[in-house]
């Protein structure tokens, strides 16, 4: 039962446009949204992330935006840069604070 | 300041042996999660250790075991290896057991199970 989903598997930007990286979620039990960025042979990295009683955090160049009534958070990375392709994994946290559940995957090329 | 370490980077066993993987976590960080991530797939919960104590358990065969050392160290177990064992395992620490919002992951153990 995947309760976090990442739709997109990949995702191809101009070097300087807006990157949108989608994510969606079920469980209404989830009191942290993260967004963690991965290079191959490499862990994840923590990047950005949205307490559920918030619907925006901005950290520089990265902006997170949660919708709890359509369960639905997005990242925003303006400008992109070739730097910036890597893998995205959206990440959830319950609010029993134990376990993160994790979406497969959005896969990003910034073109230049 | 050292991030999470994990040994060994790389394994390879055959069926129905036994894997011993280690963690370190960042100075100062009580808890210490281990995640599997198979290809192609985001990581999936397995352990949550907070204090020695087991805090979380995900849906994983009791094969899985894992401890917490009193220096905060971890160690996954896993017997009798199969085939579909074969992933890279996480480990992650953080701040403090049930406030720690963020995960700070380690490279990683790459475990091919032939």
């Known amino acids: 039962d995947q309760q976090v989903k990442q739709n997109s598997p990949s995702l191809s930007v101009q070097e300087g446009r807006i990157s949108i990286l989608n994510c969606d979620y079920t469980?209404?039990?989830?009191?942290?949204f993260l967004w963690y960025k991965k290079y191959p042979a490499e862990g994840p990295t923590f990047l950005i992330s949205?307490?559920?009683?918030?619907d925006k955090n901005e950290d520089g160049r990265f902006t997170v935006f949660l919708n709890k009534s359509a369960k639905h958070l997005s990242l925003h990375i303006v400008p992109s840069q070739p730097g910036d392709s890597a893998v995205y994994f959206c990440?959830?946290?319950?609010?029993?604070?134990?376990?993160?559940?994790f979406g497969t995957g959005t896969s990003l090329t910034v073109i230049p | 300041d050292a991030g999470v370490t994990q040994s060994p980077t790389h394994l390879i066993k055959t069926r129905g042996q036994h894997v011993t993987l280690r963690c370190s976590p960042i100075?100062?960080?009580?808890?210490v999660s281990w995640y599997q991530q198979v290809l192609g797939q985001g990581p999936q919960f397995i352990f949550q250790?907070?204090?020695?104590?087991?805090?979380g358990r995900g849906n994983f065969p009791d094969r899985f075991s894992a401890r917490q050392f009193p220096n905060y160290s971890s160690e996954l177990n896993v017997n009798a290896l199969l085939l579909g064992d074969s992933a890279l395992y996480l480990c992650?620490?953080?701040?403090?057991?049930?406030?720690?919002?963020?995960?700070?992951f380690g490279s990683g153990t790459q475990l091919s199970v032939l």
């Open positions: 992650a620490s953080s701040s403090s057991g049930v406030e720690g919002e963020k995960l700070f």
């Open positions: 469980n209404s039990m989830f009191d942290y």
């Open positions: 949205i307490s559920s009683i918030k």
């Open positions: 990440a959830a946290r319950l609010n029993t604070g134990n376990q993160f559940y």
């Open positions: 100075s100062g960080h009580k808890s």
């Open positions: 250790y907070y204090e020695k104590e087991e805090r």
